[in-house]
């Protein structure tokens, strides 16, 4: 439950991320349908990328680094992770070549993405097995 909690609550952080970078740097302000959408196709790609490829990933390492006290490389390794699901949402809109990672709306998928690739990496440090509360 608590993976759950920590993967909503990070996908929430990301698309805050993706509206700030949105409204200053394209001055957009979407309705709330286009909302809805963006936040459903965004929400699905997270959970299952996030459930079969980043969380796995993110606990290995974890596992094998989880004595040392920094949280920088599970963070680097959660915003790196961030190419699944926005390659899965890039797939959905314009179709799977690499090439669509470079339209404009790859840029804000991936700020939103690597946000909440980054917090959940420094969610699953600060709580992963074998750390002591009094080193966070």
Request: proline fraction near 4%; include cysteine.
């Amino acid at each position: 439950m608590r993976t759950l909690s920590l993967l909503l609550i990070s996908w929430a952080a990301g698309l805050a991320a993706y509206w700030v970078a949105l409204s200053t740097l394209r001055g957009e302000v979407l309705s709330l349908n286009n909302w809805v959408v963006i936040g459903c196709i965004t929400l699905v790609a997270w959970l299952v990328s996030a459930v079969l490829v980043i969380v796995p990933i993110l606990r290995l390492l974890l596992s094998r680094h989880g004595d040392s006290p920094g949280t920088g490389l599970p963070a680097l390794a959660g915003a790196g992770l961030a190419i699944v699901p926005l390659w899965l949402n890039i797939w959905y809109w314009y179709g799977w070549q690499p090439r669509h990672l470079l339209v404009g709306e790859a840029g804000f998928l991936g700020v939103l993405y690597a946000t909440s690739g980054m917090l959940l990496g420094l969610s699953l440090a600060r709580y992963a097995p074998g750390r002591s509360r009094g080193r966070h």
